[in-house]
């Protein structure tokens, strides 16, 4: 019997990731999987193996032009195994980020952009990486700080990368050219003292009067130094030059991150819709996401027509903060906690401090603990990618949560 595993976190963590396959038809999930539990040689067994399917003209429900209505409870498979592709390219940023902070190359890509994807398990992906993105942080530390800890500090870091699919028979079953655009989460110290920054403010150069955003983010996405380039002008020059060179055909803008990444991408929509006039539609697929931005963000989104699909689960802690969610009712949420008749002063004094946030977008919401494959997690594994893979590979419906027999999806699927 092949067993299951328990590998260290790695995904949004400062450490040198595992490089082999974890999902795979070939290998037991390496989570924290209770054994007792599961027979991995029977689930491999009970498996279906599924092609991916042909998207065709229905392509823009797939991208959420009726905001999924009808597809997410329950979970239609078609969406499924579109979810678990871009959660691919993810994981694949993962495996590409160089963790190790002895590296000379620490913070940066391992692989070229030519053999990436191959290298990462992508190999027929039908996608070719056309632009290599990177992140600046515009927080400074002192000197002093900076003596007494032997981590390297590093202001630019590699953080995704942007992909055309290229392939014509993934076009055509697409319904489109579908262009990636996709970010992986926090990996250094400066990015996680930027994650820190939760109070609110102003999206620089707008006219959009009250919008704002979380200030560690958009620090990330807007700073640049003298030998590197935002993120946010690689990300406009890249979709300037894919709208120039496709602009004529069906295409569509998926952002894809998880974590941090799953922040900027939300950033990065709001940036594009905003700034493309002829964009053509920009969809966001989000794993375990923080809160972004406050109401009037929201609105702005909504009213660009952007779609955010947020995938959720109930047991990660990170999708809870930054902030409070205070509705219109005077009713304040902060992680499922629901407090009612909340004096208006408190509401003032929290719009005060700028930690007043919305949710954004459609949620998919799963739960590790209805999954009979794994054992109760600490914070680090309900918020990893593989986790969150897994479940959305096994959710059917908020009534019936886990399917007893696991879909076999493409080895590929499961990196």
Not at 18 to 39: D, E, G, I, M, R
Not at 74 to 83: C, F, G, V
Request: charged share 20%; glycine share 8%.
């Amino acid at each position: 019997m092949i067993r299951a595993t328990t590998q260290p976190h790695t995904s949004p963590s400062i450490s040198k990731p595992n490089v082999n396959p974890t999902f795979s038809h070939a290998t037991a999930p390496t989570l924290p999987f209770n054994k007792s539990q599961l027979a991995w040689d029977r689930l491999k067994r009970d498996s279906v193996q599924c092609n991916s399917p042909k998207l065709g003209p229905k392509w823009t429900q797939y991208q959420g032009i009726n905001h999924w209505e009808g597809l997410l409870d329950p979970l239609d498979d078609n969406l499924r195994r579109e979810i678990l592709r871009y959660g691919q390219f993810v994981e694949a940023a993962y495996r590409s980020f160089d963790f190790d902070t002895t590296s000379p190359t620490y913070a940066t890509c391992r692989y070229p952009k030519t053999s990436l994807l191959s290298k990462t398990g992508l190999r027929k992906s039908g996608y070719r990486i056309t632009k290599n993105l990177r992140a600046t942080c515009g927080v400074q530390l002192p000197n002093w700080i900076s003596s007494l800890s032997q981590l390297p500090r590093v202001q630019s870091s590699w953080i995704g990368y942007v992909a055309v699919c290229q392939d014509k028979e993934e076009i055509m079953r697409l319904g489109r050219r579908d262009v990636v655009i996709v970010l992986r989460g926090t990996a250094t110290c400066l990015e996680w003292l930027e994650n820190l920054r939760a109070t609110l403010t102003n999206w620089p150069n707008g006219g959009n009067e009250g919008c704002m955003v979380e200030k560690g983010f958009l620090s990330l996405y807007v700073s640049k130094t003298g030998a590197c380039r935002s993120l946010q002008d690689m990300v406009r020059d890249e979709v300037a030059r894919v709208i120039q060179s496709y602009g004529d055909e069906p295409l569509s803008l998926t952002i894809t991150g998880h974590s941090l990444g799953a922040a900027l991408a939300i950033l990065s929509a709001y940036d594009i819709a905003a700034t493309f006039k002829n964009a053509p539609m920009v969809t966001v697929v989000s794993f375990g996401g923080p809160r972004v931005g406050n109401y009037k963000f929201r609105g702005q989104l909504e009213k660009s027509g952007t779609r955010i699909l947020r995938i959720v689960n109930s047991d990660d802690v990170f999708t809870k903060v930054p902030g409070l969610v205070v509705r219109d009712d005077d009713v304040a949420c902060n992680g499922g906690a629901h407090v009612a008749g909340l004096q208006s002063w408190f509401r003032r004094v929290v719009e005060d401090m700028q930690l007043v946030y919305a949710d954004v977008g459609q949620e998919l919401r799963v739960s590790s603990r209805e999954s009979p494959y794994l054992k109760k997690g600490d914070f680090a594994t309900c918020h990893d990618l593989k986790t969150y893979l897994h479940l959305v590979n096994g959710f059917v419906s908020s009534s019936c949560p886990y399917m007893s027999k696991t879909t076999q999806y493409p080895a590929e699927a499961w990196l």
